[in-house]
């Protein structure tokens, strides 16, 4: 279990007649626009941030608006996209991806112009797109637009992992194999113009692994076709695999079907991981999973066989009489930790305006109904029902205990409106934290809790455009009021609300009074999500928030109240050994090392850098006789950087009368090169048994070798 830091008070306005006591600390400032200091940029005198976003909010090929607000991880680590101001920056370096990891220092993921570790000289990032995610060990995974000699359209993008330290390229669209396919073809859209980023999408979970939803390009295949333009594949584990691709088949015995179409995937920390499906029988979205089963069927922590989790038109959907039809929703499906679903589907005839409703086995054991289209809407008055197709669920996360929550709409009746149609409701029991029966959170329309504070007084809960759920089920979510300003509100282990941060309120930046801005917009990432639900969070497992805040004048800047947790430079934990091989022998060095994460590795030789050789691994494969030196590795993090103990390659000549390689003089040489002689001598134009090297197999190449390895037996090599 993660430690729990000190709970301290938050005040969300500049006075507050009843204070409220949040399970959160502070909010502290992470990186300030106009700052050259430890808020900002870390680039030199007078280079500072002008905004904290991406730079690219409208993606190149697709005119898609991506907002671009921070994300947070179960250990408070923050990531977040930046614009550059002041002297040398232009478009072309002016943005990047930053981190706040540990200390007082952000690092540095990636910027415009800077050249893409592992890729050939020449190669720079672009524009950024799509917000950052960052994991719990404090690894980011990133989209950029690339730059280089080959980088036209179709080859000008990737997805970057900084799992290894390095931002390297998960995949490089037009440029990495597909794995599995023969003959190989590469990642990319379904034409040169497309491409597999813009519109389909990747999850992270807590480790840094990344499952990604990917187009192939170029490929012309035979028919039936099953749309083998598309697959799901993984990092989990090792390097990038296929967990199944467009025309793959499943049977289950007696039954054969194809894959014909899929959603982006959801992940998990086991690895396990979840799609909606389309085949070619059965129609409709199905949802499959590779998650581990219990006897009884349920999910565990793990993984196993692919299998789904109904069948379209004739599994019962629990709760009701009516079968399945599809998951309407590709939004609404959800995996955790634990290995338990959530998804919303629609019964019986299926499409727009069909009943449906959110089942998950994450309650009580077996798969169960948790909300119904035209059910009681609890928390509301008698008579008040959820909206009669399946389209009631808005949105919905699954948490890693197992909670369900879903925004829902409400069926429009007396009483009931425009204003007062939505709410956000939970599984959540306020007295045990465990799952338990459907209870209403928040309603639009109903007043804020009294003593919340001035700046609340008289005020009502509006639209919930957002929420996000941590590990312990909680609730955060940002609403519109009524006086027509955003606020961030969450849940308390005993189900009451209390604010975070308002807009049109002020702000005392570092608790002093020093430095009080007044708030013009707030800007938490735009997504719905759970923190175990392979999902970018503004909430995590902690109860802390990541937000951007805008300030009148201009001025804006990224905070969080997470408290500051101290940097650990790196250090080394197992140095590189010292090592003697003959030339052709593979050889490898590998250094352990601690501190915060991630560790950045740079392998040089001789105190000169060796190019890509930037894991904590370094092999080579064939080893020359320019490979020997002497070989330590350079270990990198925000707080400093130290070199490993220096290991020693050296390089042998392999003994010629040595013929069998097993390094000794022996018999067994002689019988060796006699057989490859006689192979040479009947196998021409094998040369293998030319000892003498004069081009010729003949008896007097036996004669030099015996020669030879009588003089190793006597005097060595």
Avoid at 290 to 315: E, K, M
Avoid at 323 to 344: C, D, K, P, T, Y
Avoid at 410 to 431: E, K, M, P, Y
């Amino acid at each position: 279990m993660r430690p729990q830091h000190q709970q301290v008070m938050i005040l969300a306005a500049a006075t507050v007649v009843a204070p409220v006591c949040l399970a959160v600390g502070p909010l502290r400032p992470v990186a300030l626009t106009g700052t050259s200091g430890p808020l900002g940029p870390g680039l030199g005198p007078g280079i500072t941030f002008s905004s904290m976003q991406l730079i690219k909010t409208v993606h190149p090929e697709f005119g898609t608006f991506l907002p671009a607000g921070p994300s947070i991880s179960g250990t408070g680590a923050v990531v977040f996209g930046g614009v550059l101001g002041g002297p040398g920056i232009t478009t072309a370096n002016g943005s990047g991806i930053w981190a706040a990891r540990g200390g007082s220092v952000l690092s540095l993921v990636a910027r415009r112009g800077d050249a893409v570790p592992g890729l050939a000289a020449g190669y720079t990032f672009g524009e950024f797109f799509r917000a950052p995610q960052i994991c719990d060990t404090g690894a980011v995974t990133f989209q950029s637009m690339i730059g280089g000699n080959d980088s036209s359209v179709g080859m000008d993008e990737g997805t970057f992992s900084e799992r290894s330290g390095w931002p390297m390229a998960l995949i490089r669209e037009g440029v990495t194999i597909v794995p599995e396919t023969s003959p190989p073809i590469v990642f990319g859209g379904t034409n040169l113009e497309g491409d597999p980023w813009g519109n389909n999408g990747w999850a992270l979970n807590r480790l840094g692994e990344t499952a990604l939803r990917c187009f192939v390009r170029d490929f012309n295949p035979p028919a039936p076709q099953f749309n083998p333009l598309f697959g799901v594949y993984s990092d989990v584990g090792g390097p990038l695999a296929k967990h199944y691709r467009g025309g793959d088949s499943w049977t289950d015995g007696t039954q054969t079907i194809h894959f014909t179409g899929c959603s982006n995937p959801r992940i998990n920390d086991s690895g396990a991981f979840l799609t909606v499906r389309l085949t070619d029988v059965a129609g409709g979205l199905q949802p499959w999973t590779n998650r581990a089963l219990d006897g009884s069927g349920f999910g565990v922590p793990g993984v196993g066989p692919l299998h789904r989790i109904f069948i379209p038109s004739i599994t019962i959907a629990p709760g009701t009489a009516a079968v399945f039809s599809s998951v309407w929703s590709l939004l609404n499906f959800h995996l955790n930790s634990a290995g338990r679903i959530a998804f919303a589907a629609d019964l019986n005839e299926g499409g727009p305006g069909a009943s449906g409703g959110f089942w998950s086995d994450a309650r009580f054991g077996p798969l169960q109904l948790v909300a119904l289209s035209g059910g009681p809407a609890p928390g509301t008055p008698a008579g008040v029902v959820f909206n009669t197709n399946a389209q009631f669920v808005l949105s919905s996360a699954l948490a890693d205990n197992n909670v369900v929550v879903i925004r829902g709409q409400l069926l429009q009746s007396a009483g009931v409106g425009a204003g007062n149609d939505t709410g956000i409701w939970s599984t959540r029991s306020t007295t045990t934290g465990l799952p338990g029966n459907l209870r209403l959170v928040v309603r639009e329309g109903s007043p804020v809790p009294a003593g919340s504070g001035p700046d609340y007084d008289g005020l009502n809960f509006g639209e919930f455009s957002r929420f996000w759920v941590n590990a312990a089920g909680r609730v955060a979510f940002i609403t519109q009021h009524n006086d027509f300003t955003q606020a961030i509100w969450i849940e308390q282990a005993d189900g009451t609300l209390a604010p975070v941060v308002k807009e049109f309120t002020t702000l005392d930046l570092y608790g002093d009074g020093s430095d009080v801005r007044f708030i013009s917009q707030i800007d938490p990432v735009f997504n719905t999500a759970a923190t175990g639900g392979s999902l970018a969070t503004a909430f995590n497992d902690q109860g802390d928030i990541a937000v951007r805040i805008i300030f009148a004048g201009g001025s804006e800047g990224i905070f969080t109240t997470a408290p500051s947790v101290p940097c650990q430079a790196p250090a080394q934990t197992a140095p590189p050994a010292t090592q003697a091989v003959l030339a052709g022998d593979p050889v490898s060095f590998t250094v352990g090392s601690s501190g915060t994460g991630p560790i950045r590795h740079q392998w040089r030789r001789n105190g000169v850098p060796i190019p890509a050789a930037q894991l904590a691994t370094l092999a080579i494969s064939s080893a020359a006789e320019s490979d020997a030196g002497t070989y330590d590795c350079v270990l990198t993090n925000p707080c400093g950087s130290t070199i490993s103990s220096p290991a020693t390659l050296t390089i042998g000549t392999p003994c010629p009368a040595d013929f069998d390689g097993n390094g000794s003089i022996e018999p067994t040489d002689i019988a060796a090169f006699v057989n490859a002689w006689l192979f040479s001598l009947t196998n021409p134009p094998d040369l293998g048994g030319d000892f003498d090297h004069n081009g010729t197999v003949e008896p007097a190449d036996i004669a030099t070798f015996v020669s030879a390895w009588v003089a190793a037996l006597t005097n060595g090599c």
